[in-house]
T-cell receptor
Framework: GAGVSQSPSNKVTEKGKDVELRCDPI?????LYWYRQSLGQGLEFLIY????????KSGLPSDRFSAERTGGSVSTLTIQRTQQEDSAVYLC?????????????FGSGTQLSVL | AQSVTQLGSHVSVSEGALVLLRCNYS??????LFWYVQYPNQGLQLLLK??????LVKGINGFEAEFKKSETSFHLTKPSAHMSDAAEYFC???????????FGKGTTLSVSS
C-alpha cells in the first residue's frame, strides 16, 4: 500500500477483555515499530522488529502485552486483560533499512479506550 | 541505553518570533538524532535528522537543528514562527546499532498572532 495502515482506527473495550491491533507496514520495509502515545507521556517505545532478527521487546510495559510479525510484514499487537491505564493511541511505524538512521513512516494509529 | 529529554512541555511564541525547542540526549555511542512533528489531527512526520557529517541540519518548513556533542544537545530552531507551525514536536535518538528509536515526551508549540 501507499502508507502504513493500522486497524481498527478506534477500539472501545471493557476492562479485562483482550484486544488485537493490526499494522500493515509499507511493502518492503524491514523495520517495524510499535509505540504508545498518551497525554504527557509522549511516544513510549513498545517493541521493534528488524527483518528476521529477534524483536527488541524491552519497551513492553507488562507481560499482558505481546506482538508478533508474520512473514516479515503484518504485525499484531495483543493486549490481554486490558486495564484502564492501557487507554492510549497505539502507533505503528516502519522504515526501509536495517540501520536506525532511517526515516520512520507512521500509521494513523489505533485509539484504544478501556472502559 | 539512549534517552531523550525535551525541556518544556509547552512553548508559546508570537508570530514572527524565534522558535527554540530544546532537546538533550544521552547515548553511549555517537547518536543519530531526529525531530518529528505532529500537526493537529495528522500523523507524525520527519522534520529533520542528523546522522553524520555537518552538525547543522536543515529540515522542512524553515526549521534547523544543531548537533552539539559537548552539550549533548540537538535543539530545534526557526528564525520566524508562522501560525502553521503550531504542532507537537518530538525529539528522538538512536544509537544506530540496531536498537530502537527512542522519543522524548514532546513539546507543544503554540503560535499567537
Amino acid at each position: 500500500g501507499a502508507g502504513v495502515s493500522q486497524s481498527p482506527s478506534n477500539k472501545v473495550t471493557e476492562k479485562g477483555k483482550d484486544v488485537e491491533l493490526r499494522c500493515d507496514p509499507i511493502s518492503g520495509h524491514t523495520a517495524l515499530y510499535w509505540y504508545r502515545q498518551s497525554l504527557g507521556q509522549g511516544l513510549e517505545f513498545l517493541i521493534y522488529f528488524q527483518g528476521n532478527s529477534a524483536p527488541d521487546k524491552s519497551g513492553l510495559p507488562s507481560d499482558r502485552f505481546s506482538a508478533e510479525r508474520t512473514g516479515g510484514s503484518v504485525s499484531t499487537l495483543t493486549i490481554q486483560r486490558t486495564q484502564q491505564e492501557d487507554s492510549a493511541v497505539y502507533l505503528c511505524a516502519s522504515s526501509l533499512g536495517r540501520l536506525t538512521n532511517e526515516k520512520l513512516f507512521f500509521g494513523s494509529g489505533t485509539q484504544l479506550s478501556v472502559l | 541505553a539512549q534517552s531523550v529529554t525535551q525541556l518544556g512541555s509547552h512553548v508559546s511564541v508570537s508570530e514572527g518570533a524565534l522558535v527554540l525547542l530544546r532537546c538533550n540526549y544521552s547515548s553511549s555511542v555517537p547518536p543519530y538524532l531526529f525531530w518529528y512533528v505532529q500537526y493537529p489531527n495528522q500523523g507524525l512526520q520527519l522534520l529533520l535528522k542528523y546522522t553524520t557529517g555537518a552538525t547543522l541540519v536543515k529540515g522542512i518548513n524553515g526549521f534547523e537543528a544543531e548537533f552539539k556533542k559537548s552539550e549533548t544537545s540537538f535543539h530545534l530552531t526557526k528564525p520566524s514562527a508562522h501560525m502553521s507551525d503550531a504542532a507537537e514536536y518530538f525529539c528522538a535518538v538512536s544509537d544506530g546499532a540496531g536498537t530502537a528509536l527512542i522519543f522524548g515526551k514532546g513539546t507543544t508549540l503554540s503560535v499567537s498572532s
